[in-house]
């Protein structure tokens, strides 16, 4: 292992995951990684760039007709 973390090292840093985000927050914790670490695969590749700026176009399309 890189940090030469044993089990009982894991163990304890889950535990204070668990104590900081609680159980019912968990699901929602692991989806939010899960997906910025998507997010971050995408980026790294290059994917999705063109869609990013699609999104932005219409983001900034929406904001100047709110905005008048």
Known sequence: MPFH????EIGLILLIIL???GV???P???STVGKGIRE???GQSGEGDEAETKAERK????????SL
């Open 5 to 8: 973390m044993g089990p009982w």
């Open 19 to 21: 104590i900081v985000f």
């Open 24 to 26: 019912g927050k968990l």
């Open 28 to 30: 929602q914790v692991g």
């Open 40 to 42: 971050f695969r995408k």
């Open 59 to 66: 983001k900034q399309k929406y904001a100047t007709r709110s």
